[in-house]
């Protein structure tokens, strides 16, 4: 039944999108990590056949709309790097939460370059090297979201 388990997978999403968006001090906003991409990194390899490019497709437009950039840019980005984790869910699960902890860098490096490649071509953005300071944050946090989603999901059945 989708009910009971969508309701704990969209609030963990949504929790995602709040985190996002929440106002940080200015000194690291910068590094301010890819909550949502790291949440459905783990949904989708914990559950593949219900979280899924869709959804992160999904959850990207809604970051595009709450972070006011041009509709389409996180959605297309995100959906091309869980494409690529989906694809190879069952590889990346048998990595160590480690190993995992580097692909995870490896698919938020994508994830801003193909955001930033986007901005680009509509606009005149300028690359940074500060655009990339949410892989290390990211690296940094996927052992203990994993394990902390990984709780979640057998506490309450999720499957």
Do not use: E
Not at 1 to 21: E, K, P, Q, R, Y
Not at 33 to 39: A, G, N, Q, S
Not at 134 to 159: A, D, E, G, M, N
Request: proline share 4%; charged share 10%.
């Amino acid at each position: 039944m989708f009910s009971h388990n969508g309701i704990i997978i969209i609030f963990s999403l949504l929790v995602a999108l709040m985190a996002s968006i929440m106002p940080m001090p200015l000194a690291f906003d910068a590094f301010r990590p890819d909550w949502v991409l790291i949440v459905l990194v783990y949904w989708c390899l914990a559950l593949p056949s219900k979280i899924n490019i869709i959804t992160a497709w999904l959850m990207g437009f809604l970051l595009d709309v709450l972070l006011g950039s041009t509709l389409g840019i996180h959605a297309a980005a995100m959906a091309l790097t869980m494409y690529i984790v989906v694809v190879n869910f069952q590889k990346i699960r048998n990595f160590s939460v480690w190993q995992q902890a580097l692909i995870i860098g490896v698919l938020a490096a994508l994830y801003h370059l193909i955001v930033f490649w986007l901005q680009r071509f509509l606009s005149d953005a300028v690359f940074l090297p500060s655009y990339l300071y949410p892989v290390i944050t990211s690296i940094i946090l996927w052992p203990w979201v994993f394990l902390l989603l990984r709780r979640v999901r057998r506490h309450f059945k999720i499957k």
